[in-house]
């Protein structure tokens, strides 16, 4: 079995035994591998010997041109133990449907955008996972009167009393980059007209400008391997620290 499975199931006698990152690589959970972020995150980690993504998923998915990575398919209620034996160094969560996708059914999406996110933060620190670092979205707030953000707040509050020993929240805005198979036409227009819309987001809107979704994974990949203790929230800016000492950490791989 290579380190790139495409669909390894987790009863598949093989198990997580199988591929292995090589010596010194850095082993990173991720949940979420189909959307735009988890994407981008198998790419960058494929490209260099930095850190390997583990995916675990509900069923078998496309990977990236060239993509590197081990890939375990289970049910949900399954993740926990895949984890266990994995065994991480942090876990990346870019889990996330739209309103669309969920039929306009509040129940729908709340079940992919709280529930299955809560419950993979549990497992995970069931598991012995230290670090979490978890892709939410500028304007979370538990008060917002939109419901797309207030369960994003939601899920934020509740992820944090999980007790990991580093939480690390991710607060794009939104996010340019090419998705695969999801068209969504008002990001379309939006980004569209970013170039002309985002100066104009000053003060506390500026937290909505758009940004790319390379310098989101990147931050969210160096966040990962971070070791202090804590719950920190970040915003466009801050990711963009991130991601730039996440480059320096990783020249010449």
């Not at 199931?9 to 010194?24: E, F, L, S």
């Not at 966040?223 to 990711?239: D, I, P, Q, S, V």
């Given at each position: 079995?290579?380190?790139?499975?495409?669909?390894?199931?987790?009863?598949?006698?093989?198990?997580?035994?199988?591929?292995?990152?090589?010596?010194?690589?850095?082993?990173?959970?991720?949940?979420?591998?189909?959307?735009?972020?988890?994407?981008?995150?198998?790419?960058?980690?494929?490209?260099?010997?930095?850190?390997?993504?583990?995916?675990?998923?509900?069923?078998?998915?496309?990977?990236?041109?060239?993509?590197?990575?081990?890939?375990?398919?289970?049910?949900?209620?399954?993740?926990?133990?895949?984890?266990?034996?994995?065994?991480?160094?942090?876990?990346?969560?870019?889990?996330?449907?739209?309103?669309?996708?969920?039929?306009?059914?509040?129940?729908?999406?709340?079940s992919v955008d709280q529930t299955l996110i809560v419950e993979t933060a549990k497992a995970a620190m069931?598991?012995?996972?230290?670090?979490?670092?978890?892709?939410?979205?500028?304007?979370?707030?538990?008060?917002?009167?939109?419901?797309?953000?207030?369960?994003?707040?939601?899920?934020?509050?509740?992820?944090?009393?999980?007790?990991?020993?580093?939480?690390?929240?991710?607060?794009p805005g939104l996010l340019r980059g090419e998705r695969q198979d999801d068209f969504r036409l008002l990001?379309?227009?939006?980004?569209?007209?970013?170039?002309?819309?985002?100066?104009?987001?000053?003060?506390?809107?500026?937290?909505?400008?758009?940004?790319?979704?390379?310098?989101?994974?990147?931050?969210?990949?160096?966040?990962?391997?971070?070791?202090?203790?804590?719950?920190?929230?970040?915003?466009?800016?801050?990711?963009?620290?991130?991601?730039?000492?996440?480059?320096?950490?990783?020249?010449?791989?």
């Open positions: 079995m290579s380190e790139m499975q495409s669909g390894a199931n987790w009863d598949d006698p093989a198990g997580p035994a199988g591929a292995r990152p090589g010596k010194g690589l850095v082993r990173i959970g991720l949940v979420g591998a189909t959307g735009l972020i988890g994407r981008t995150l198998i790419e960058i980690t494929s490209a260099g010997d930095h850190a390997r993504m583990v995916g675990i998923a509900r069923r078998e998915i496309t990977m990236p041109p060239g993509a590197r990575m081990e890939l375990f398919v289970a049910e949900p209620t399954k993740w926990g133990e895949v984890l266990e034996a994995v065994r991480p160094r942090a876990l990346i969560c870019a889990l996330g449907t739209t309103w669309k996708k969920a039929g306009r059914d509040e129940e729908a999406f709340r069931a598991a012995g996972v230290p670090n979490m670092v978890l892709i939410s979205a500028a304007g979370a707030s538990v008060h917002s009167k939109n419901l797309y953000f207030q369960v994003k707040g939601e899920t934020e509050a509740l992820v944090s009393k999980v007790g990991f020993k580093r939480l690390d929240i991710l607060r990001e379309r227009a939006a980004l569209a007209l970013s170039p002309v819309i985002d100066p104009l987001l000053t003060g506390k809107w500026e937290m909505f400008r758009s940004v790319e979704a390379q310098l989101v994974a990147e931050a969210a990949l160096g966040l990962a391997m971070r070791r202090a203790a804590g719950r920190f929230t970040h915003n466009n800016e801050a990711m963009r620290r991130a991601a730039r000492e996440w480059r320096r950490a990783t020249e010449g791989d």
